[in-house]
């Protein structure tokens, strides 16, 4: 007969990181909203700093998507607290990591349209460490993690093509969107290796 001891009953027994992330106290369901709704706040005045109508668009543009990422973002935490139930955990988990590539794609995006692709080299580092600092990752933050890469980096392969081809475009866009070329390469790494993780993670 098998015997286990308490330690390893508890290791056994640990529920995934997206239910011990569920709120439990109020104060645990705003700061993450306030921050997102900060930071569409900073992408209107970015596009206002840079100047002109384009750089403008783009950070409005920005901001609308980060603040309905927000809005979402709070109302599933509100329904995680108030139900605490499995399922309402698993959606609240499914809404943040749906907004969490969803702002970083707009973030990325929106900083190499205006010729700051700070936003790309966060990506490259941030995204990889989160998911590899995880102990278990579910199935669908890889595939989530996957689109976003090939999203971004389809758009930093064209915004890449634009800069080399157009005349029309800016010095400063233009540098911005060549060197994106190479984010565009590095995103091909990443959707093959989170395609491979996600075939062998737990669905939840």
Not at 32 to 61: D, K, M, Q, R, W
């Amino acid at each position: 007969m098998e015997t286990r001891g308490p330690e390893t009953d508890d290791l056994a027994e640990a529920p995934p990181g997206w239910v011990l992330r569920t709120p439990t106290r109020w104060r645990e369901i705003w700061p993450v909203p306030v921050l997102s709704v900060l930071l569409a706040a900073v992408e209107v005045l970015g596009g206002i700093g840079f100047g002109g109508v384009f750089a403008l668009v783009v950070g409005l543009t920005a901001a609308a998507l980060t603040t309905a990422g927000a809005v979402a973002l709070f109302v599933a935490s509100w329904r995680a607290y108030d139900e605490q139930t499995l399922e309402a955990s698993w959606r609240g988990h499914v809404t943040s990591v749906l907004v969490a590539v969803t702002i970083g794609g707009v973030v990325a995006i929106a900083t190499l349209l205006v010729g700051l692709p700070f936003g790309v080299l966060f990506g490259i580092v941030g995204l990889p460490l989160t998911l590899s600092s995880a102990r278990a990752v579910p199935r669908f933050d890889h595939l989530a993690v996957m689109w976003a890469f090939g999203v971004v980096g389809a758009m930093c392969a064209t915004l890449a093509v634009i800069g080399l081809t157009v005349d029309d475009v800016s010095s400063v866009q233009r540098a911005s969107w060549v060197a994106g070329g190479v984010f565009a390469l590095f995103s091909v790494v990443v959707v093959v290796h989170q395609s491979r993780a996600a075939a062998r993670a737990p669905r939840r």
